[in-house]
């Protein structure tokens, strides 16, 4: 009888040898662990990934995990009963960064939230990055008492959210190393950069969230240290309202005016702008870009 191949032979071994290679996810250093984890997303860290092992549990509880968050948008389907379950999540994840939270992203979808947005100003004193998409409800009144328990805020960026002239005073007193504001009405990408293409034309909940130019002019009076500012879709602002800006804020250093049809920058004054602005936008370049939601 012929004897059996070498390879045929060796074929038990290299299983075992496969076998003994396959990795171990507990083996990872704890950073990777935790970067991949950070991942997964807020709500399922929570409620699934901590519960997988005691390893993962405490990387889950640390709070360097916590350090940036972003909040996942709540459905229309939703009831009050997973409304306030998903509320509650959210807490917790704000509560687990022990006040070293930096940086988080809100997006809402007409809810209140249970007043998460003041949740997280009484417990979030290092934030330095504020982001807020579709801000509709009652949570967001209240910019003047919120802003003052961000001292060390640097940006503040606001997509479809109501806001006021008396949150950018509040702002340009309380919140000194603010260096980036982003005030857009709407998502570029949506519409193709065309007002007529607007849903519903520019009546009932897209005039409740306009841009007025007070809070235009609020910038220039009161935001001096600013050096990168959007305004994408703030029809409702001329060259008057930008030159008080660009009067105030004069270390500006790149200026977005995308879908701001009220702005005429083919003359002297647009010359001007080219000057002093090393990125300008104009109102008239196209408009796409990623909204994150």
């Known amino acids: 009888m012929p004897p059996k191949s070498k390879s045929k032979r060796q074929k038990p071994k290299q299983q075992l040898q496969a076998k003994q290679q396959k990795p171990n996810w507990l083996d990872l250093p704890y950073d990777v662990t935790a970067n991949i984890l950070y991942r997964v ?3 399922d860290i929570i409620e699934n990934v901590q519960k997988v092992c005691t390893t993962w549990h405490k990387i889950c509880k640390d709070p360097a995990m916590w350090r940036v968050i972003k909040l996942d948008i709540f459905s229309d389907y939703m009831g009050c009963y997973e409304i306030q379950r998903l509320s509650k999540i959210y807490k917790n994840a704000v509560d687990r960064s022990q006040g070293q939270l930096v940086d988080i992203t809100i997006v809402d979808n007409q809810h209140s939230y249970d007043c998460l947005l003041e949740y997280v100003a009484d417990r979030s004193s290092q934030l330095r990055r504020l ?21 060390l805020l640097e ?28 005030l857009n009405i709407e998502s570029c990408e949506y519409w ?27 910038i220039g009076e009161n935001l001096p240290g600013l050096r990168h500012l959007e305004l994408i879709g703030n029809v409702n602002m001329s060259n008057n309202e930008l030159r008080v800006i660009l009067d ?12 701001c049809s009220g702005v005429d920058l083919s003359g002297d004054f647009g010359e001007e702008c080219l000057e002093k602005i090393k990125c300008l936008k104009l109102p008239t370049c196209p408009c796409s870009f990623d909204v994150r939601w």
Do not use: M
């Not at 009652?138 to 802003?147: A, F, G, I, K, P």
């Not at 193709?192 to 609020?218: F, L, N, T």
């Not at 105030?248 to 879908?259: A, F, N, P, T, V």
């Open 192 to 218: 193709g950069g065309h007002h007529d293409e607007w849903p519903c034309g520019r009546d009932s909940e897209w005039e409740y969230i306009d841009i007025d130019k007070e809070i235009a002019v609020a």
């Open 248 to 259: 105030g804020c004069r270390h500006l250093e790149s200026i977005d005016l995308r879908l």
């Open 131 to 151: 982001e807020i998409r579709r801000g509709f409800s009652d949570t967001y009144r209240s910019w003047t008492e919120v802003l003052k328990k961000f001292p």
């Open 155 to 182: 940006e503040l960026s606001l997509y479809k959210t109501e806001f006021s002239k008396e949150g950018i005073e509040t702002a340009g007193r309380c919140c000194p190393l603010l260096t980036t504001l982003k």
């Open 41 to 43: 997303g807020v709500f």
